[in-house]
T-cell receptor, first 116, second 111 residues
Framework: NAGVMQNPRHLVRRRGQEARLRCSPM?????VYWYRQLPEEGLKFMVY????????ESGMPKERFSAEFPKEGPSILRIQQVVRGDSAAYFC??????????????FGEGSWLTVV | AQSVTQLGSHVSVSEGALVLLRCNYS??????LFWYVQYPNQGLQLLLK??????LVKGINGFEAEFKKSETSFHLTKPSAHMSDAAEYFC?????????FGQGTELSVKP
């Protein structure tokens, strides 16, 4: 049973380019979450999605960042016109349904974005 | 709104010594609480979770945590530290269907 799969694991982009991070949730999981971990900082929630729906995007920067979880295929976190401050580890997580009942959220290995 | 606070950004213990990582929560309703561990350049692995079934929760790798409502705490402990326990540990609470993390505590284990 494969876990949460993220790719690429490492991505280098020049300032102004676009970064696309992909996440395939665990089998049977319909809820996806994206978190960002900046150097020497904790994990910050970005966005929570279900298939074809954004449930909570309260942690997403207002500009340049977007996320989707289409009916078919992986969830995508897209960062347009990257800047050096976007350099961070981006983690995807998934769960079976809403975590109100304490269902476990499982994390992927992360995608490390470096902006040069 | 629920939140968690981890006391101490860095804890250092000797191999074989007791590990105690502190986490306090703020919640107006019974919380769901989690401890995750992150090894360098890796993702997060669930150590244990509290979902109100039992106040003493046993997790993987010999870790356990006790939910204390009177102290609003959910501290993580391990009787005897091992070198392989060196990592970053995060306490988290569910809020609005998503995990909200504390700032993390880096655990160092000295030989």
């Amino acid at each position: 049973n494969a876990g949460v799969m993220q790719n690429p694991r490492h991505l280098v982009r020049r300032r102004g380019q676009e970064a696309r991070l992909r996440c395939s949730p665990m089998k049977g999981h319909s809820h996806v979450y994206w978190y960002r971990q900046l150097p020497e900082e904790g994990l910050k929630f970005m966005v929570y999605l279900q298939k074809e729906n954004i449930i909570d995007e309260s942690g997403m920067p207002k500009e340049r960042f977007s996320a989707e979880f289409p009916k078919e295929g992986p969830s995508i976190l897209r960062i347009q016109q990257v800047v050096r401050g976007d350099s961070a580890a981006y983690f995807c997580a998934s769960s079976t349904d809403r975590t109100g009942s304490g269902n476990t959220i499982y994390f992927g290995e992360g995608s490390w974005l470096t902006v040069v | 709104a629920q939140s968690v606070t981890q006391l101490g950004s860095h804890v250092s213990v000797s191999e074989g010594a007791l590990v105690l990582l502190r986490c306090n929560y703020s919640s107006s309703v019974p919380p769901y609480l989690f401890w995750y561990v992150q090894y360098p350049n890796q993702g997060l692995q669930l150590l244990l979770k509290y979902t109100s079934a039992a106040t003493l929760v046993k997790g993987i790798n010999g870790f356990e945590a006790e939910f204390k409502k009177s102290e609003t705490s959910f501290h993580l402990t391990k009787p005897s530290a091992h070198m392989s326990d060196a990592a970053e540990y995060f306490c988290a609470v569910i809020q609005g269907g998503k995990l909200i993390f504390g700032q993390g505590t880096e655990l160092s284990v000295k030989p």
